[in-house]
């Protein structure tokens, strides 16, 4: 069974860092393609981050260049999130995302809480 | 960035009744590859969301059938031949043909 644990969550004020895990089990995760997408309290989903298999593409939404850095650690079997410069409007539960576009499905994580105040 | 709009924001339907929903994207999402990579998500409350639907009409394993999608280019539809009340919840399409990723706003799916 496909596994996503994210933590590193918490309450975090203005300007401070935070770095996210998410821990996978159950399937091959050297093989795929992972993303951070997050959910602000009562909004819609948006995509944040993606890392292929082997770290060779990285991309990031524009609302996060150059605060955030994902990475990943295929020996762990883990996925990062360091976040910098951080941001009221970065408040949001940060989802991983295991990522394929055929029948070995889409997985989520149960997600973790950022919260960003003073 | 691709737009992604969806309509309606809310739906309410009735328990057995089909409900039906538009996914619309700024550009063709078809892919030099020749796919076109629009996805379904289901988000029950309080839940994380889950894939439905896979290259618009491929449906994930463990999903009902009375779950479909169907659409080409710019246009697609996610519907439910009959809605149960297991349905309700947020509905998003996504668009991975292009870069950023970028979803839908969501519909709300509830009983009437």
């Known amino acids: 069974e496909v596994q996503l644990v994210e933590s590193g969550g918490g309450l975090v004020q203005p300007g401070g860092s935070l770095r996210l895990s998410c821990a996978a089990s159950g399937f091959t995760f050297s093989s795929y393609s992972m993303n951070w997408v997050r959910q602000a309290p009562g909004k819609g989903l948006e995509w944040v981050s993606y890392i292929s298999s082997s770290s060779s593409t990285i991309y990031y939404a524009d609302s996060v260049k150059g605060r955030f850095t994902i990475s990943r650690d295929n020996a762990k079997n883990s996925l990062y999130l360091q976040m910098n410069s951080l941001r009221d409007e970065d408040t949001a539960v940060y989802y991983c995302?295991?990522?394929?576009?055929?029948?070995?499905?889409?997985?989520w994580g149960q997600g973790t809480l950022v919260t960003v105040s003073s | 960035d691709v737009v992604m709009t969806q309509s309606p924001l809310s739906l309410p339907v009735t328990l057995g009744q089909p409900a039906s929903i538009s996914c619309r994207s700024s550009q063709s999402l078809v892919y030099s590859d020749g796919n076109t990579y629009l996805n379904w998500f289901q988000q029950r409350p309080g839940q994380s969301p889950r894939r439905l639907i896979y290259?618009?009409?491929n449906r994930d394993s463990g999903v009902p059938d009375r779950f479909s999608g169907s659409g080409s280019g710019t246009d697609f539809t996610l519907k439910i031949s009959r809605v149960e009340a297991e349905d309700v919840g947020v509905y998003y399409c996504m668009q991975g043909t292009h870069w950023p990723l970028t979803f839908g706003p969501g519909t709300k799916v509830d009983i009437k």
């Open positions: 290259k618009v009409s």
């Open positions: 995302a295991r990522e394929s576009y055929d029948s070995s499905g889409y997985d």
